[in-house]
């Protein structure tokens, strides 16, 4: 059920080819070649899983391991990590026992987990909207109201890729894939989720950041 949910948001990220990877530069140092969903060949960020672990949440009084909000057992418990939320949503499904709730922090802040029906509990979703929040991944943070330009090229270039590194228009959406654990480096990278779990950001035309997100399909 909640990867139906979540696969017409993330469509647009899974036409892709994987080609082997190189290596760039500053906040992530890694790239692949994958084919995009206009068929061009483009290099695209990744971090290994245990990048991925080490990923940090920045919230406005803290910040929070994301490894500490991938293995919480209750919400009670991501509550506390995170503070009391303005609102709570919770969609319950009658039929397996199953739930999907959103914790709404300011300016549209969410992080939404999924609940399922022996007990355990996934992040499906980090959504910020506010630049007092951010993920930092590697050594750079990425957060709303952040210009791209302060991104390394690799990352920058995710956004603003083909038609849309029109001159004078640098909207776009970006992403960075996660490796799959335990990868061998002797292969080809192998996106986590086939690139279904990812970091992604949008961008207005002037390249000012206006959503980062964290998308996850809770099986991995």
Not at 68 to 84: F, H, N
Not at 191 to 204: A, E, S, Y
């Amino acid at each position: 059920m909640v990867t139906k949910r979540l696969l017409p948001i993330l469509a647009m990220f899974t036409a892709f080819t994987f080609m082997g990877s190189d290596t760039a530069c500053a906040q992530v140092e890694k790239t692949f070649q994958r084919t995009d969903s206009n068929g061009q060949i483009v290099q695209t960020p990744y971090v290994t899983y245990e990048e991925f672990q080490s990923v940090t949440l920045h919230r406005p009084d803290g910040q929070v391991p994301l490894r500490e909000l991938l293995t919480v057992s209750s919400l009670d418990e991501v509550i506390r990590l995170l503070g009391d939320p303005q609102s709570v949503e919770r969609n319950d499904d009658p039929d397996d026992a199953s739930f999907t709730a959103w914790l709404h922090y300011d300016r549209d802040t969410t992080v939404e987990y999924h609940g399922f029906a022996d007990g355990t509990l996934g992040i499906t979703s980090i959504e910020l909207r506010s630049p007092r929040w951010g993920l930092e991944i590697g050594s750079k943070r990425l957060s709303p109201g952040g210009d791209i330009a302060d991104l390394d090229k690799t990352v920058r270039r995710s956004a603003v890729s083909g038609k849309l590194s029109k001159k004078n228009n640098k909207s776009g959406v970006g992403a960075i894939y996660i490796e799959q654990p335990n990868a061998s480096k002797n292969e080809k990278v192998e996106p986590l989720m086939n690139g279904m779990t990812q970091f992604n950001f949008k961008t207005g035309k002037a390249g000012t950041i206006d959503v980062v997100r964290l998308s996850r399909i809770p099986s991995d």
